[in-house]
């Protein structure tokens, strides 16, 4: 978008239903268990650290990018897919 | 030499300017030979491949009802059968991972499957690609569900056939939906809109509408500069569609006028790029 004659006008906002995985990616620490997952999804957290991302939580039940994922009920799915296509 | 064969949109803050440019345009295509420029400007953009264009002082809506009222037709589902559900449908029910993967039907090109074919009275792979068409136009909520019974296509089961063609009945009723993007800037000389506003939960915190943050663009690869980002649309309110008739025309550089300058410069690759590029 840069090229395009639009520069971002502040870091990327990335929205996670998981608390766990923002703490893993705002604290930099390796702990017990993250230590199986592969260093090269550690990337994530210099982004981080370099104000490309920022992290922040959105609760799961409105979240609509589950539509994506998995096959909803009416009541989530009319929600997320009417959110992601500007309705309100 | 350039040869230009189809249609296309431009995006910009108001007419004057597009004509501007289909003059500039026009003048580079005209051959010494020609009299008037083989280049014409179609006026505001009602419906480009297939897709509808509504605009509106507040908002544009892409929609492709007419393409979604063509497929119908064309498989005679055009009228829902009597008993109307009371509850709107969605494209694949919850419980539909563990029942999609646990059949597989006859593969294709054996008997089995043409009497699936027979029994359904629709081709598994063209129906397929009819949704996947408007699911990467204006329809991302079924994108689930397209994927997931592509992955179906060389063996669909009786179940999966059933479950496609749900697919398109859940688009038969929300056949008037479509990405709608605000205008941060209202334009007057376009018809108001009615689309609703306000949010209909109220506990939905103010999520990024497509006025500040990025839409869904990576969901429509076919339309990358339309629909890059809102901060375009920002910039540039309206379209415009030009349709140059098949023709040969002279690549030859002129200086751009100065709206054009001022409005379109930051959109074009540098003009060392243009330089190099230039055709022999």
Same mark, same amino acid.
């Given at each position: 978008?840069?090229?395009?004659?639009?520069?971002?006008?502040?870091?990327?906002?990335?929205?996670?239903?998981?608390?766990?995985?923002?703490?893993?990616?705002?604290?930099?620490?390796?702990?017990?268990?993250?230590? $199986?997952?592969?260093? $090269? $999804?550690?990337?994530?957290?210099?982004?981080?650290?370099?104000?490309?991302?920022?992290?922040?939580?959105?609760?799961?039940?409105?979240?609509?990018?589950?539509?994506?994922?998995?096959?909803?009920?009416?009541?989530?799915?009319?929600?997320?897919?009417?959110?992601?296509?500007? $309705?309100? | 030499?350039?040869?230009?064969?189809?249609?296309?949109?431009?995006?910009?803050?108001?007419?004057?300017?597009?004509?501007?440019?289909?003059?500039?345009?026009?003048?580079?295509?005209?051959? /010494?030979?020609?009299?008037?420029?083989?280049?014409?400007? *179609?006026? &505001?953009?009602?419906?480009?491949?297939?897709?509808?264009?509504?605009?509106?002082?507040?908002?544009?809506?892409?929609?492709?009802?007419?393409?979604?009222?063509?497929?119908?037709?064309?498989?005679?589902?055009?009228?829902?059968?009597?008993?109307?559900?009371?509850? /709107?449908?969605?494209?694949?029910?919850?419980?539909?991972?563990?029942?999609?993967?646990?059949?597989?039907?006859?593969?294709?090109?054996?008997?089995?499957? @043409?009497?699936?074919?027979?029994?359904?009275?629709?081709?598994?792979?063209?129906?397929?690609?009819?949704?996947?068409?408007?699911?990467?136009?204006?329809?991302?909520?079924?994108?689930?569900?397209?994927?997931? &019974?592509?992955?179906?296509?060389?063996?669909?089961?009786?179940?999966?056939? @059933?479950? &496609?063609?749900?697919?398109?009945?859940? *688009?038969?009723?929300?056949?008037?939906?479509?990405?709608?993007?605000?205008?941060?800037?209202?334009?007057?000389?376009?018809?108001?809109?009615?689309?609703?506003?306000?949010?209909?939960?109220?506990?939905?915190?103010?999520?990024?509408?497509?006025?500040?943050?990025?839409?869904?663009?990576?969901?429509?690869?076919?339309?990358?500069?339309?629909?890059?980002?809102?901060?375009?649309?920002?910039?540039?309110?309206?379209?415009?569609? @030009?349709?140059?008739?098949?023709?040969?025309?002279?690549?030859?550089?002129?200086?751009?006028?100065?709206?054009?300058?001022?409005?379109?410069?930051?959109?074009?690759?540098?003009?060392? &790029?243009?330089?190099?590029?230039?055709?022999?």
């Amino acid at each position: 978008m840069t090229d395009l004659g639009f520069p971002p006008k502040g870091p990327t906002v990335l929205c996670c239903d998981n608390q766990s995985a923002i703490n893993m990616i705002n604290a930099r620490v390796r702990t017990e268990r993250s230590r $199986h997952i592969d260093i $090269h $999804h550690f990337a994530i957290q210099d982004w981080k650290e370099s104000g490309a991302i920022v992290m922040e939580f959105i609760s799961g039940v409105i979240n609509p990018s589950d539509d994506l994922t998995k096959p909803l009920g009416w009541v989530l799915h009319d929600r997320y897919a009417r959110r992601v296509m500007g $309705h309100y | 030499m350039l040869r230009q064969v189809d249609d296309f949109a431009v995006a910009c803050p108001n007419e004057d300017l597009a004509k501007c440019l289909y003059a500039q345009i026009g003048k580079a295509l005209q051959l /010494p030979s020609e009299d008037t420029p083989p280049f014409k400007c *179609l006026n &505001l953009i009602k419906d480009f491949n297939g897709l509808d264009v509504a605009q509106h002082s507040d908002a544009i809506k892409l929609s492709c009802e007419k393409y979604m009222d063509r497929v119908l037709t064309t498989h005679g589902w055009s009228k829902p059968s009597p008993p109307v559900p009371s509850k /709107p449908s969605v494209p694949l029910p919850v419980d539909a991972v563990t029942s999609l993967y646990v059949h597989q039907g006859p593969p294709e090109n054996t008997a089995e499957h @043409a009497t699936l074919v027979a029994k359904y009275g629709f081709a598994y792979r063209t129906l397929l690609g009819e949704l996947l068409y408007a699911c990467v136009t204006c329809w991302p909520d079924i994108g689930y569900a397209t994927i997931t &019974l592509s992955k179906f296509s060389t063996c669909p089961h009786d179940h999966h056939f @059933a479950m &496609l063609k749900k697919v398109a009945k859940c *688009l038969r009723a929300t056949k008037d939906w479509g990405i709608i993007y605000r205008r941060s800037h209202t334009d007057t000389s376009l018809p108001p809109s009615n689309f609703i506003c306000s949010t209909m939960d109220a506990e939905l915190p103010d999520f990024p509408t497509v006025d500040t943050q990025e839409p869904v663009a990576f969901l429509m690869p076919y339309m990358p500069i339309i629909c890059a980002t809102a901060d375009l649309l920002q910039a540039m309110p309206s379209y415009y569609v @030009a349709a140059p008739s098949p023709t040969d025309a002279k690549h030859s550089p002129s200086p751009l006028p100065a709206p054009l300058k001022q409005n379109f410069l930051p959109l074009l690759p540098p003009r060392s &790029l243009l330089d190099t590029c230039e055709p022999s």
